[in-house]
């Protein structure tokens, strides 16, 4: 069974009472092989009444020996031999890199071209791609950090957040009225005003000046 260590390094055993079967995998990408069924003719109907024979004919504390038998049915020599054929039918299916050893789909991660897994050599024009992507990622990571987005933001609050009382829409404190629902902002109609004649400071809701009584 020294061929096995030649194969990929993961595999699914299938392999139950009526037969054997193996599931072997890429060892880059996980891409899957199944091998043919192989019934397994070779002493199981022996095993498998030794088994019976020991849960239904004997006691209930032999039931050890059931399962042994069992997986003598389903496991030994057959078991092995079915294995290698299945070895030697999936190689058929995937490609050894000579560099590094792995046996690897040839659909997806062989590069044909230089006989070695896209591991080992990966293919150009994918490879070019996959950096260009990188790169532009990159890219755009640095220039939107460059980009200032918060410049119109008051981080002192010094405007205060104003909602509307109607609807709670955020508004400006300098809005007169809601954008959403047209309500007259509160804020901004209380803010002072100055006199068009002589420059005093004024309430919003004056209509006349204090200091020399123009109209407003």
């Known amino acids: 069974m020294s061929n096995m260590i030649q194969f990929v390094a993961n595999h699914d ?4 009472d009526k037969g054997f079967q ?3 995998y890429c060892d880059k990408c996980r891409n899957g092989h199944m091998s043919r069924f192989q019934p397994n003719g070779v002493g199981i109907a022996g095993e498998l009444m030794r088994a019976a024979g020991s849960l239904f004919g004997g006691l209930f504390s032999d ?11 389903i496991g030994g020599k ?3 031999e079915a294995l290698e054929k299945a070895v030697l039918e999936g190689k058929q299916h995937f490609k050894q890199c000579t560099r590094c050893g792995h046996w690897v789909c040839p659909d997806v991660c062989w590069n044909s071209k230089a006989g070695l897994c896209e591991d080992c050599a990966p293919d150009e024009h994918e490879e070019l791609a996959s950096q260009q992507a990188q790169a532009s990622r990159e890219q755009i990571y640095t220039k939107t950090r460059q980009h200032d987005y918060t410049k119109e933001l008051d981080f002192l609050n010094r405007g205060g957040i104003v909602q509307c009382q109607s609807c709670n829409a955020k508004l400006n404190p300098g809005q007169k009225f809601c954008p959403e629902c047209g309500t ?6 209380n803010k002072e005003k100055f006199c068009v004649d002589c420059g005093a400071t004024m309430k919003a809701d ?8 123009s109209k407003q």
Do not use: I, M, W
């Open 22 to 24: 193996f599931k072997f």
């Open 206 to 213: 004056q209509r006349f000046c204090a200091e020399c009584g």
């Open 13 to 16: 055993d299938l392999s139950t």
């Open 184 to 189: 007259p902002n509160a804020t901004a109609q």
């Open 78 to 80: 057959a078991h092995d």
């Open 63 to 73: 039931a050890g020996n059931a399962a042994y038998h069992v997986q003598r049915a």
